[in-house]
Nanobody, 121 residues
Framework: VQLQASGGGLVQPGGSLTLSCAGSGSVFSLYAMGWYRQAPGKRRDLVAA???????RYSDSAKGRFTISRDNAKNTIYLQMNSLKPEDTALYYC????????????????WGQGTQVTVSS
């Protein structure tokens, strides 16, 4: 499975941004997927994850502001981010694995390259 993340950029505080992650492979729909982020000097943390059946789970910082979704017909997952804050600034990675718990634990088999999100006025 190869993953290609896109959609990052510079946005003002309070703004919105949608990240996309396109995956290859015919088994995409069977995989759990997730988004992680890493700010300079900090560890990589879970933002949101989604099961193969489309059930999402969020970090406390993402709840109520971010929405993860997937379109299996397009082999793509999305992260809709609203009410962005400067502390959301980070490199965002998408990830995939056959196990949802493995995604939640950050031990996924597959990782895409990061896409930079910068929230600044």
């Amino acid at each position: 499975v190869q993953l290609q993340a896109s959609g990052g950029g510079l946005v003002q505080p309070g703004g919105s941004l949608t990240l996309s992650c396109a995956g290859s492979g015919s088994v995409f729909s069977l995989y759990a997927m997730g988004w992680y982020r890493q700010a300079p000097g900090k560890r990589r943390d879970l933002v949101a994850a989604i099961t193969s059946g489309g059930i999402g789970r969020y970090s406390d910082s993402a709840k109520g502001r971010f929405t993860i979704s997937r379109d299996n017909a397009k082999n793509t997952i999305y992260l809709q981010m609203n009410s962005l804050k400067p502390e959301d600034t980070a490199l965002y990675y998408c990830t995939a694995d056959s196990g949802f718990q493995t995604v939640l634990q950050g031990r996924s088999a597959y990782w895409g390259q990061g896409t930079q999100v910068t929230v600044s006025s």
